[in-house]
DNA sequence: TTAGTATTGATATAACATAACATTTTTTAC
DNA sequence: GTAAAAAATGTTATGTTATATCAATACTAA
């Protein structure tokens, strides 16, 4: 096996998850003033239910959530909240599920890559250095020039595979 | 930078087209005779049309073209096409996308990565080998078995980045 | 306070994808 | 060679994801 050192996932380990939301919108909170963002209650609150979840939602299923809450009832309201949320690095797409997920790193910016357990759903990200991955080295070879990268891995989480063995 | 060796892309070069097509989609009777495939027209012709671009097309772009030649006009024709060339290796989906392009290395299983071109939509597929990337090595640490990887990135090409210098 | 800008509300529709069932074609077994 | 089975195609309908457009409201800064 390869030694070269890898990244922490979030998302496949116990924690205190009210306290994890809490911590998140507050760091959201503070990004946003520092930067002058308006991170509107529709906004936050988009954030807060993907944050409540370790699980990739879709537009739509975020939309049910804010309906029930009052906030937004049409497609557009999630697709705009979701849109600042992608904008700022607050939440990813997950492109294989059409669907989003919260950052579990946000604040700095990274490429993010995803485990996605095809029998849960859960979402588990890491972190992966730009550059030192065989994409950036095919494409700086070629002469193309990487704006944004989309990592995604499907298969079964470390908790499916015990069920199974058991 | 990384000396790491890197793979090979195809897409952005100079090349016969008219052969090159001919060839895969010999090569894809090849394949399917051999593996008692059954390689219909409107499969043979689905291929074809992806093979004559290097651009991903959608399954509603595939179909236009599909129904210009009288082979089905409705959706299903064109996705159960997609379906079974997927299957069996001879095109890949682009997930940022929502798109299909034709294999560049058919024949063997591997895991592609794509280059996307965003200012003229074309595709370059490079075979990034398992378990060399940062990826793999986070799922084996984490305990995550990998079943299937999406990797692309989206940026210039080095046509379309020559272009704006110049 | 008013002009400008950002956000939200609402309607409509575009774009992507599949379920379900009927019909036709191909393969296999006899 | 023909009947039964399997695979592929034809067709209708609908489900799912996403955005364009314009009107109304709320916030910001001069």
Request: hydrophobic residues 35%; glycine residues 6%; proline residues 4%.
């Amino acid at each position: 096996m390869n030694k070269q050192k890898a990244q922490p996932v979030v998302g496949f380990s116990q924690h205190d998850h009210r306290r994890c939301v809490k911590k998140a919108l507050k760091e959201a909170d503070d990004y946003c003033e520092l930067n002058q963002l308006r991170f509107t209650v529709v906004r936050r609150r988009t954030l807060g239910i993907l944050l409540e979840s370790h699980m990739a939602m879709g537009a739509y299923e975020v939309l049910e959530r804010l309906k029930l809450e009052e906030l937004g009832s049409k497609p557009p309201i999630a697709y705009r909240a979701l849109g600042f949320l992608l904008e700022n690095g607050f939440i990813h797409r997950i492109e294989r599920l059409n669907a989003f997920v919260a950052c579990s790193h946000p604040g700095s910016t990274h490429h993010p890559a995803f485990l996605i357990c095809s029998d849960c759903g859960s979402v588990a990200e890491a972190a992966v250095s730009p550059n030192s991955d065989a994409l950036s080295q095919t494409a700086e070879q070629s002469g193309f020039q990487i704006e944004h990268t989309t990592i995604e891995a499907e298969g079964q989480c470390p908790d499916c595979l015990q069920q199974v063995e058991s």
